[in-house]
């Protein structure tokens, strides 16, 4: 008969919270990797409009080209600008979630090691149990085998 770990419940709950945490954490940094790829999308498209401009410039350009070109980079520098604070707030949100995975990684190896010393406890006392048991049964049999 072994004796229930009165703790198990808690350490289930732990184990089940840890790995919701562990999913969250994976989303938020899938999250982040394509905010990051989007802004590094716009960065590049923003040097090769760039480019652009600076060769049409090159190659002469009328007064209203040049405003549509200065408008179109100030439009991908603002977007630029929104990207990369999205990117700092996902960035944040990640490390939140870094922050309670770990805390929620502790909890469950706190309960485990209880769980596992509940255990180491069990292993002992079966073992005085059978040796015990044992020992009874040699103290039986010796009588009778000096027969």
Not at 15 to 42: P, Y
Not at 89 to 99: D, F, L, P
Not at 123 to 136: I, T, Y
Request: proline residues 2%; hydrophobic residues 35%.
């Amino acid at each position: 008969m072994t004796a229930r770990f009165h703790l198990q419940p808690l350490l289930d709950l732990a184990q089940t919270r840890t790995d919701e945490a562990a999913r969250k954490l994976g989303e938020l940094v899938a999250a982040e990797r394509d905010l990051e790829q989007k802004l590094r999308m716009l960065e590049e498209y923003r040097q090769e409009y760039n480019e652009r401009f600076v060769q049409a410039a090159r190659d002469g350009l009328s007064p209203d080209a040049w405003r549509n070109y200065s408008a179109f980079i100030n439009k991908l520098d603002d977007a630029i600008g929104m990207q990369r604070k999205i990117v700092e707030q996902s960035r944040a949100k990640t490390v939140e979630g870094q922050q309670a995975w770990l805390a929620q990684r502790t909890k469950l190896k706190a309960f485990d090691t209880l769980s596992q010393r509940h255990q180491q406890v069990l292993n002992r006392r079966e073992a005085r149990q059978e040796q015990k048991q044992s020992d009874e049964h040699a103290a039986r049999r010796s009588p009778g085998e000096e027969q």
